[in-house]
């Protein structure tokens, strides 16, 4: 299994937001809830148009955990949902292929790789990247490594900053300032 990275600089992720809006709004919605909301991409897919057409509020149930899930849709997304299913029945998937089926995993891997590639970005990069950016940035900003826990329901605090890479920059920091 390749372990992917977060995407730490926010111009790249301004960047590949530009790239995705030039698509379409799907594919910048799909980004923005992974980097905004810390969802694995099987929860993202499974959402329908009626999970948040009107809400103020995200409520699922985890595929992988099987744990109920709720959090607040922020004033990023709000106005992407209401353009995105204006005219959407509320039973529909909310990320539809061109063939009108819900939209899969692989589809996804594409759609974030070459946006990805597009601005440089030469790191391994997949789907989960997007739950590691919002758990990285989420980090950055609140340095609450116990509240990031509690949303991605690990077990440990040291499993969640291994996991978003904040290890590994801990690490290369310390080679960085020690010098003999």
Known sequence: MNIVEPIRNKS???????VLRQQSLRNLLMFTIGTNCGLR????????VGDVKGKKYICLTEKKTGKQKR???NDK??????KFTKERD???????????NRMER???WRIINDACKQVGLEYRIGTHTLR????????KKFKDVAMLQKIFNHYTPYVTLRYIG???DKIDESYNNFIL
């Open 132 to 139: 590691k950016t919002f758990g990285y940035h989420h980090y």
């Open 106 to 108: 692989t589809q996804c």
């Open 12 to 18: 790249d992720l301004k960047r590949i937001e530009k």
């Open 166 to 168: 904040i290890e590994q």
């Open 41 to 48: 991409i099987s929860d993202i897919l499974a959402l329908d």
């Open 77 to 82: 997304l709000k106005p992407m949902f209401e």
């Open 71 to 73: 959090f607040p849709i």
């Open 90 to 100: 509320e039973s529909e998937p909310l990320f539809v292929s061109m063939f009108g």
